[in-house]
């Protein structure tokens, strides 16, 4: 089983930045991609960013590129999102997850990676970016 926990979150204003940082802990070896969804009330949750934990192959949401970047150190089992240039839109509750399976599509074309190929969830760290 792995655990997953978020932390960084918190208000900015548009135009800030936020570092986001995941800390997985148990059998992490287990883990093929990880990365970061969003939800807010009413919406389904999105995927914003992933990275292959072994190869780094990395998926962005188009309306992030440019502006959020993943990155992970394996050796302290920590997976991190630069989050540059916030946007309004860009307030949700950030959940870190990581997929087990071999199920991770990097060129994934859709507006958002869907969550259902991930196994695992954090409980969310809350960003808010007021205009």
């Known amino acids: 089983e792995v655990q997953l926990v978020e932390s960084g979150g918190g208000l900015v204003q548009a135009g800030g930045s936020l570092r986001l940082s995941c800390a997985a802990s148990?059998?992490?070896?287990?883990?093929?991609?990880i990365g970061w969804f969003r939800q807010v009330p009413g919406k389904e949750r999105e995927g914003v960013a992933l990275?292959?934990?072994?190869?780094?192959?990395?998926y962005y949401a188009d309306s992030v590129k440019g502006r959020f970047t993943i990155s992970n150190d394996n050796d302290n089992n920590m997976v991190y999102l630069q989050m540059n240039s916030l946007k309004p839109e860009d307030t949700a509750v950030y959940y870190c997850a990581g997929e087990s399976d071999g199920n991770f599509y990097p060129l994934y074309t859709g507006a958002y990676y869907p969550p259902r190929n991930m196994n695992y969830w954090g409980k969310g760290t809350l960003v808010g970016v007021s205009s």
């Open positions: 148990g059998t992490t070896f287990d883990i093929y991609a």
């Open positions: 990275i292959g934990k072994n190869n780094g192959e990395i």
